[in-house]
């Protein structure tokens, strides 16, 4: 005589509309309550790279106003394409500075990996091969003021730049976890969807639930 058997849901008795909306307040309060959540509110902001930036921002008036008091002192010694050399450096420096500032400063507190790149590829490119010509061509007549506050001004760079680096891997394996959990709860919750009746989750256990006669 063949036997039919039938899924029985995990709680015995409880049927009906209110049993599947409590089960839908339950599962939804367990996603809520998934590491995804926890992991996202931690703050990836690196201290170092702050206070270097907060330092530099007060740093760059001075510099400014040093680097352009020392160019006019030696401004009629150099030759004509070293003072363009010079006033396009001092102007490209601050202009970039103040852009570079800015990036780092929203990318370190806002967990931007896009703005603290940009503001790598900026110091790296720019600011670092510009401040060296000012440390190192003999021909700009170093003054030696000028060439303490550049010194100075390439320190911070560089510092900036290395922790900039390392806030940066911080931030990726921050985004690549967060990344993997939501996937993982996304097939989690795959799982419980489309439940045979009233969206109820069933036992793997069955239960006979008639005997039929065989004719």
């Known amino acids: 005589m063949p036997v039919f058997y039938s899924a029985v849901p995990d709680d015995n008795g409880a049927v ?13 309060e ?62 490209l420096v601050t202009i970039v500075e103040i852009l570079r500032l800015y990036l780092g400063y929203f990318g370190n507190l806002e967990d931007n990996v896009p703005a603290l790149s940009f503001f790598c590829v900026l110091t790296l490119a720019i600011q670092l091969p510009v401040l060296l010509f000012f440390v190192t061509d003999e021909g700009l007549a170093i003054l030696p003021l000028e060439r303490a506050i550049h010194i100075l001004f390439l320190a911070f760079a560089l510092a900036e730049c290395l922790a900039a680096g390392r806030a940066l891997r911080t931030l990726t394996k921050k985004l690549t976890l967060l990344f993997n959990l939501r996937q993982m709860a996304k097939v989690e919750s795959f799982g419980h969807v489309g439940a045979p009746v009233l969206g109820l989750a069933y036992r793997q256990a069955v239960t006979p639930v008639a005997h039929l006669s065989c004719r």
């Not at 599947?20 to 939804?28: D, F, I, K, P």
């Open 30 to 91: 367990r996603c809520d309550l998934s590491p995804s959540r926890s992991v996202a509110s931690q703050v990836s902001c690196d201290l170092p790279l702050q206070m270097l930036i907060y330092f530099n921002v007060f740093y760059l008036p001075l510099w400014c106003l040093s680097s352009v008091c020392m160019l006019e002192v030696k401004f009629t010694y150099l030759p004509g394409y070293y003072q363009a050399l010079v006033i396009t450096g001092i102007v």
């Open 16 to 28: 009906g509309p209110d049993h599947a909306a409590t089960t839908s307040a339950l599962r939804h």
